[in-house]
Nanobody, 120 residues
Framework: QVQLVESGGGLVQAGGSLRLSCTAS????????MGWYRQAPGKQRDLVAT???????NYADSVKGRFTISRDNAKNTVYLQMNSLNPEDTAVYYC??????????????WGQGTQVTVSS
């Protein structure tokens, strides 16, 4: 089995910064894409940022220039550096990984989510 564990969420004031971390573990062969999604109450889960194994990044327009996604492949870890936070960034942030397990099956996995709250 595969597990994704997130950390780094919390309460910050508008204009502040926060860094999220997510580590994948278990029966992993290779991770293709890692990324972050977020979901506010009553809304759908939306893409925040992704990073492929080749280094290609994709950001939601709302976070471009403020958020940076990075990966440490040796640790199966993805990070999200969030700067210039505003109250609209308040949501539960979920880590995502698209990967091949050691049995060569390919699936998308999700973390448990971590709450980010930005006060005004």
């Amino acid at each position: 089995q595969v597990q994704l564990v997130e950390s780094g969420g919390g309460l910050v004031q508008a204009g502040g910064s926060l860094r999220l971390s997510c580590t994948a573990s278990g029966s992993i062969f290779s991770i293709n894409v890692m990324g972050w999604y977020r979901q506010a109450p009553g809304k759908q889960r939306d893409l925040v940022a992704t990073k492929t194994s080749s280094g290609t990044t994709n950001y939601a327009d709302s976070v471009k220039g403020r958020f940076t996604i990075s990966r440490d492949n040796a640790k199966n870890t993805v990070y999200l550096q969030m700067n210039s936070l505003n109250p609209e960034d308040t949501a539960v942030y979920y880590c995502s990984a698209m990967l091949w397990a050691r049995d060569r099956t390919y699936n998308n996995y999700w973390g448990q989510g971590t709450q980010v709250t930005v006060s005004s």
